[in-house]
């Protein structure tokens, strides 16, 4: 079945240590997208990537990093630059070009939780 | 840079009501996209409904359809027949050329049995 696998659905760590949030796809999209979604803030991007080795920033970039190598990868690294990271973390993916209707398709999320 | 914003932190219906949810947005550019997508409890992201900015025409799904003002950037959402599965948080969200894909703060709406 087609569609986007983020793992682990929860995650714990300690304060000051880094995190990476895993994110595949095999719908063989090429743009994914990273969120984090807060108790009545939304849905705000983190990060974004149209074609494998390049991304952009989102709104919320700072204390995040990510990496494209792999067209079905998009991993997220929570770096203990990033104040509060404890939220739930959405991966998206959609095609590029063609019809630009179509939609993202969403992964289940990770909730991160730092102690 | 594009923003989208939702006047209506919550909102109520009856069952078998209408109802319509709001939207509006901001951006530069003619050509775009906007999309509302419903979370339920569970957290998944289901698309509801998608309308093309150059098209004139509002997008209707059997009981959901828009009113799209693209002069206005308003993009409202409405609900016929409401019913008991209905009842979630929804998402407006904008997407321009460059493919980055904005979402506002969410509507979370109750229906009453």
């Known amino acids: 079945d087609g569609g986007i696998t983020q793992s682990p659905k929860y995650l714990f760590r300690k304060e000051g240590q880094n995190v990476t949030l895993s994110c595949e796809q095999n719908?063989?999209?090429?743009?994914m997208y990273w969120y984090r979604q807060d108790p009545g803030q939304g849905l705000r991007l983190i990060y974004y990537s149209q074609i494998v080795n390049d991304f952009q920033k989102g709104d919320i970039a700072e204390g995040y990093s990510v990496s494209r190598e792999k067209k079905e990868s998009f991993p997220l690294t929570v770096t203990s630059a990033q104040k509060n990271p404890t939220a739930f973390y959405l991966c998206?993916?959609?095609?590029?070009?063609?019809?630009?209707?179509?939609?993202?398709?969403f992964g289940q999320g990770t909730r991160l939780t730092v102690v | 840079a594009q923003t989208v914003t939702q006047s209506q932190p919550e909102m109520s219906v009856q069952e078998a009501e209408t109802v319509t949810l709001s939207c509006t947005y901001d951006?530069?550019?003619?050509?775009?996209?906007l999309f509302w997508y419903k979370q339920p409890p569970s957290r998944q992201m289901i698309l509801v409904i998608r309308q093309e900015a150059y098209k004139q025409q509002n997008a209707t799904e059997n009981r959901f359809s828009v009113n799209f003002q693209k002069a206005a950037k308003s993009f409202s959402l409405k609900i016929s027949d409401s019913q008991l599965g209905d009842a979630a948080m929804y998402f407006c969200?904008?997407?321009?050329?460059?493919?980055?894909?904005?979402f506002g703060k969410g509507t979370l709406l109750t229906v009453n049995p």
């Open positions: 998206a993916s959609s095609l590029v070009g063609g019809p630009m209707n179509t939609e993202a398709f």
């Open positions: 719908l063989n999209h090429d743009a």
């Open positions: 969200a904008h997407r321009g050329s460059n493919y980055k894909l904005t």
């Open positions: 951006t530069s550019e003619s050509d775009y996209y």
